[in-house]
Structure formats: structure tokens, C-alpha cells
């Protein structure tokens, strides 16, 4: 990336970027910040969906004005997901790039250890289960994110203060928690078992809270997650109804930077595809007026993406996340997969 545009240091900042359909750079391309001030964008985010590289917000694929507050001192860049030449930054000032998790706090910055409930921690196969942070609080300042690993994949693709998930395969799930603190630390993680039992699907809610927690390591915390677990945040208790949104494909194979998803979705609206892998984003798709049924839909891969296959030596594992936004106006669905990666 090139040198970053200077850019003033006010309450907020303004991204401008294209209300059509060619691509165009981002004005400011590179903006600085104080920590929890604002960047809005103005565009067509339904012709240049936008996508924060470190998952910091969900992909945005409409709408025309969007506002986002960030935390965490250090860079943050983003892309769009259309067009590989629309590339950014915003640039958080008050410290370097916030050190890899687990690492210790600087002298002075305590961290609490994190604990969360579930709705149900003996759900049905498609059931959703709605998990939520107890009342801790940071003791030394704020909490600026909640983690979640809600697969046992041991990444923690999920943000949010309240989350949901539905499980499509029975067996034992290792649900993780932790925080990202106003100085950009990590907390502990703490982890509680889900154990999932087959089931007609579609129920929502349950009885029960958490079980004991137990820390990363300890016996017991690391179960093994089947593939293909899937995340379906928005949905409604169908019963034996078929699910608003559904992932078919359970492994991509990249030729010449493209892969194919297979897909089903119950209404007509837009579409959003990202494949992560340990806050790496690997490949994005968009489409902005599908018709509901099955559907294929072509990923490609970033430059981040294809570096990180490379690495991996061209096997990997990864999550993908699939948003739909009916043009009906009802709410959004979410669901995420872990596919097998090769490329």
C-alpha cells in the first residue's frame, strides 16, 4: 500500500467513493483518527460493498451513508469486495498496532477474565442459541470488543455483546469468549461446552445457562468441532421448515483466483460472501439482486487471501460467512461455514 494521505485530526472524518458502478479510489484513501472517533463513508456500498480487513465490522453491501466508531489504536484498512483497486485505511492514533493475543499487559493495564451464559447448552441440531456476556467489566477502563469462537474452530470470527448460533451437526462444541480493552489489549479466553443432540431443527431459545467455565487448555475445553458448523444470526424458529439461508458447498478450490459456493436462499435481495481465516480476509463476493432458490456464486480471492494460501502452501481451513438482506425488508440472516480451502 502506498504512503498514507495526511489527513486532518477532527471529531470525524468523511470517506467519499463512487455512487456508480466503476471502480474509483476511495477520497481520503488513508484518514487518521483519535480512539472512538468516526469515519463515515458516502457512496453506493450496493455497487463497492465494503470490507474491513481485520472483521472489525460486518461487510456493508447497502445503503448509501455509513458511520463506524473505532477503538483500537493501530491501522485498519478495508477494501472493496468488487473491485480490487479500491483500497484504505483508517489510522487510530494513541499507540502502535495492538500486540497478538495472549500476550501480557503493559505495566498499569489489568484485565478481568470474561464469562458469558447460553440460552441452551444441550441445543437440537438448528436450534438457536442466543449467548450473552455476564456483567463483568474491565478494571481499568472500557471494554472496546467482545470475541467469540462459536464453532471451536479457535477463531474468533464473531463481534458482538449478544450473539446467536445454530449448530447443524450434533456433537461437542467448545464456545470461547473473550474482550478487547480500550488500550487495544486481549483478554484470557474463557470457554464453555455446547453439547449439540440431533433434532427435527428450528426451535428457538431453550432452558439452561452456562456450565462451569473452563480455561483454554484444561481438559475438556478443546472437544473436537465438526466441519462445516454454521452460524445463522437473524433467523426465525421455523420448526421443520427449511432455514432462510443454507450453505451447500463444504470445501472451495481456487483456480485463477475464483471459487464457487453453492448456495439456497429462501427470499430475493443481496448477498454477501467473506472468507476468513485468523482475521485475514481471503475472498469476497457480492451480489446485489438475486432471485430466491439455489444459486452459485463466485468468491475471489484477495491479494491478502491468495499470500496466505501461499503460505499455507495451498491448503488451509477457513470461515466463510454469508449474509442475505431480503428486499422485502425483513431482517438479515447470517450464516457461517468452516470449509477446507485449497488453491
Not at 492514533?93 to 444441550?122: C, E, I, K
Not at 499470500?307 to 422485502?328: F, M, N, S, Y
Amino acid at each position: 500500500m502506498g504512503v498514507a494521505c495526511a489527513g486532518a485530526r477532527a471529531a470525524d472524518q468523511t470517506i467519499t467513493f463512487p455512487t456508480g458502478t466503476a471502480a474509483a479510489p476511495y477520497t481520503p484513501a488513508n484518514v487518521t483518527i483519535n480512539p472512538g472517533e468516526r469515519v463515515t463513508f458516502n457512496g453506493a456500498f450496493a455497487n463497492h460493498p465494503l470490507v474491513w480487513d481485520g472483521g472489525d465490522f460486518p461487510t456493508q453491501g447497502s445503503g448509501s451513508s455509513m458511520a463506524f466508531t473505532l477503538s483500537t489504536p493501530g491501522v485498519h484498512t478495508f477494501h472493496c469486495a468488487i473491485h480490487a483497486s479500491m483500497v484504505g485505511s483508517v489510522t487510530v492514533s494513541g499507540g502502535t498496532t495492538p500486540p497478538p493475543p495472549g500476550s501480557p499487559p503493559p505495566a498499569g493495564d489489568r484485565l478481568a477474565t470474561p464469562d458469558f451464559t447460553s440460552s441452551a447448552t444441550q441445543p437440537q441440531t438448528g436450534q438457536v442459541v442466543t449467548f450473552t456476556p455476564t456483567g463483568f467489566t474491565d478494571p481499568d477502563g472500557s471494554i472496546a470488543r467482545y470475541e467469540w469462537d462459536l464453532d471451536g474452530n479457535g477463531s474468533f470470527e464473531t463481534t458482538g455483546s449478544s450473539v446467536t448460533h445454530h449448530y447443524d451437526t450434533p456433537g461437542s462444541y467448545a464456545v470461547a469468549l473473550r474482550y478487547v480493552d480500550d488500550r487495544g489489549q486481549t483478554s484470557s479466553a474463557t470457554t464453555h461446552a455446547i453439547t449439540v443432540v440431533r433434532g427435527t431443527g428450528g426451535a428457538s431459545g431453550g432452558t439452561g445457562g452456562s456450565g462451569a467455565p473452563t480455561q483454554p487448555g484444561a481438559p475438556g475445553s478443546s472437544p473436537s468441532s465438526p466441519a462445516g458448523g454454521t452460524q445463522g444470526a437473524g433467523t426465525s424458529g421455523d420448526g421443520a421448515r427449511a432455514p432462510r439461508l443454507s450453505v451447500a458447498t463444504r470445501a472451495l478450490a481456487f483456480h485463477n483466483n475464483k471459487a464457487s459456493v453453492k448456495l439456497t436462499v429462501k427470499r430475493a435481495g443481496a448477498l454477501s460472501l467473506t472468507l476468513k481465516r485468523a482475521g485475514t480476509t481471503l475472498a469476497t463476493a457480492h451480489a446485489s439482486a438475486t432471485r430466491a432458490g439455489t444459486k452459485t456464486i463466485t468468491l475471489r480471492l484477495t491479494r491478502a487471501g491468495a499470500r496466505a494460501l501461499r503460505r499455507a502452501h495451498g491448503r488451509t481451513h477457513a470461515t466463510l460467512t454469508v449474509v442475505a438482506r431480503p428486499k422485502d425488508g425483513t431482517a438479515a440472516t447470517t450464516v457461517r461455514r468452516t470449509l477446507s480451502v485449497k488453491g
